[in-house]
């Protein structure tokens, strides 16, 4: 019977450590996970190499504007306009070029001074080793610069845990049309 007794409280004192374990990992709010755990490889850095066609006008406009502010019309700058868009990304800057994803998102005037746009878009790529991930830019695109550059925050697919920046330059603009021609160059960590 002692022995009995002894397998029984052994057992118990298994069992409720078990149960206190279970207990406190329901009730813990964040872990230390490993990379491995993840499944995460090595880091990467890739370079992509894409125009953005931002097309207001004509018959098949992939950029709407949605909202605009009571001083939108009477600032120097737009401010406050918001545009919805689903613009094509192409290898080249022509529209016959081969489409490689979409830039989903909004862009918006939010500077009262000089024209500068706060950018939230998501590329969505539709080709290559990259098909169906995702990169996310949010961030303040100074249009009448050269230059431009704006993170990326994350991403999805390939481009889970990404970071890096993404550089634009005017390629080309339609003052009449509104519509423009945009070169990206994007430098991306990834695993």
């Known amino acids: 019977m002692e022995i009995t007794s002894t397998i029984f409280i052994a057992i118990l004192m298994i069992l409720s450590s078990n149960f206190i374990m279970m207990i406190k990992s329901q009730d813990q709010f964040s872990s230390e996970l ?13 370079h992509l190499h894409f125009y953005f066609h931002d097309i207001v006008s004509g018959r098949n406009p992939t950029a709407f504007r949605v909202a ?16 919805m868009i689903d613009d094509p ?8 070029s081969k489409i490689v994803g ?22 969505v790529f539709t080709e290559g080793k990259f098909n169906g991930s995702t990169l996310s830019i949010l ?38 049309t509104g519509d423009a021609v945009v070169e990206y160059n994007v430098y991306v960590f990834h695993y």
């Open 34 to 46: 490993s990379n491995e755990e993840m499944g995460l490889k090595t880091e990467k850095l890739s």
């Open 102 to 123: 979409r830039a989903q998102g909004i862009y918006a005037s939010a500077d009262l001074n000089n024209f500068g746009l706060l950018m939230v878009l998501n590329y």
């Open 68 to 83: 605009e502010s009571s001083v939108t019309n009477s600032s120097a700058t737009g401010f406050g306009f918001m545009v």
């Open 139 to 176: 961030g303040r695109n100074a249009v009448s610069s050269p230059v431009r550059e704006m993170p990326i925050v994350g991403g999805s697919g390939v481009f889970r845990f990404a970071r890096g920046y993404a550089q634009a330059r005017t390629h080309q603009i339609n003052f009449k």
């Open 89 to 96: 990304l192409t290898l080249g800057p022509n529209m016959t």
